[in-house]
């Protein structure tokens, strides 16, 4: 059935190929929202670029749709390739970096990756993000500050990360609950802290057609080890980020171009039974410690750094 809406007016019927382009373009005028108008005709302009500059073959292209086809069909939330796609673009990573400019000291963002959930379970201070046995004891400690150094007190941390196997909750069959997954508070002056294990490098999926594209482009499929943090206070942008830490050998070959040199973080070794005791880890004498700087922008501040970014001039 037509969609009811009649043509706009007659077009050329083409008679050479660049008018298919100028047609295409024409068509994406109607559309009313000015900003969906503009993204349209940029998306038709650089795609029929590709085409043109490529001089792309009928096999590669139907080969190409096929394989955007069965990725979709392979997506699932504990494999989602068709996400991934794009991060291993770095087109993620890019969205990302150009939607939140970092202020100064302000701590720098990152992707939020496909394994964040609502359902994360909240914890004191001092206590375990991670069951026990599901990899080598962490730390994490740090405070929440603002870009002039002053306390963000009951700001809203989420953390979440990989066990020592690289697979999340989500990605276990059996799960029946959410793990390596916590939510606290910051105190009055800032400053939280929480138990977790030391997250690993793990691979992103390579079983289906997205190792299958890694292993043409002969790339690796390796994430550098990273914990997962959300930081919310009132007033404040929302950060969403990753730390890193900096002795990771992937740290510089990130599969999805998203490890910033500011995130990355050392790792300190403790070798103290009372210690370890003390920072409430129920066995052994050895642990390490990760220590955040997290600096947050004001709404604000944001605002004023996006004026002109969020800002579209000219046609295409």
């Known amino acids: 059935m037509s ?3 009649p043509p706009r007016f007659d077009l050329p019927i083409p008679d050479q190929p660049e008018l298919i382009t100028a047609n295409a373009l024409k068509v994406a005028e109607g559309t009313p929202d000015p900003r969906l108008r503009f993204l349209f005709q940029t998306l038709i302009k650089h795609l029929h670029a590709f ?5 792309i073959t009928t096999d590669e292209w139907v080969a190409a749709i096929r394989f955007l086809t069965r990725l979709g069909q392979a997506s699932t939330p504990a494999a989602p390739e068709m996400s991934t796609l794009f991060s291993i673009t770095g087109a993620t990573s890019l969205v990302t970096a150009l939607n939140n400019p970092t202020i100064g000291n302000a701590t720098e963002s990152n992707v939020l990756g496909p394994f964040y959930t609502d359902d994360t379970p909240d914890v004191s201070h001092g206590e375990s993000i991670a069951s026990e046995g599901k990899g080598e004891y962490l730390y994490v400690e740090g405070r929440v500050l603002s870009t002039e150094g002053a306390p ?15 697979l999340y909750d989500l990605q276990y ?15 009055e002056d800032g400053s939280f802290g929480f138990r977790a294990v030391v997250p690993p490098a793990y691979p992103i999926p390579s079983d289906g057609p ?3 594209l890694l292993r043409l482009m002969n790339r690796h499929n390796m994430r550098p ?28 070959s ?3 171009f998203a490890a910033k040199k500011s995130l990355a973080v050392p790792l300190e070794v403790v070798n103290d039974e009372a210690e370890a005791r003390k920072r409430g880890f129920p066995s052994g004498s050895s642990f390490k410690i990760m ?14 750094s996006r004026a002109n970014a969020t800002k579209f001039k000219g046609t295409v």
Not at 51 to 55: A, H, I, L
Not at 154 to 166: K, L, M, S, T
Not at 173 to 186: H, I
């Open 51 to 55: 085409v043109n500059e490529t001089d």
């Open 291 to 304: 220590r955040l700087p997290i600096v947050l922008m004001t709404d604000e501040q944001l605002q004023n």
């Open 210 to 212: 997205l190792g299958e």
């Open 173 to 187: 069959a059996e799960s029946t609950r959410p793990d390596c997954r916590g939510r606290l508070r910051s105190g």
């Open 254 to 256: 990130d599969s999805i």
């Open 3 to 5: 969609n009811g809406i």
């Open 152 to 166: 963000i007190s009951d700001a809203i941390i989420d953390a979440w990360e990989a066990d020592a196997d690289g």
């Open 225 to 252: 080890s990273h914990l997962h943090i959300v930081v919310q206070a009132p007033g404040y942008h929302k950060l969403v980020t990753m730390f890193y830490p900096e002795d990771c050998p992937y740290i510089q």
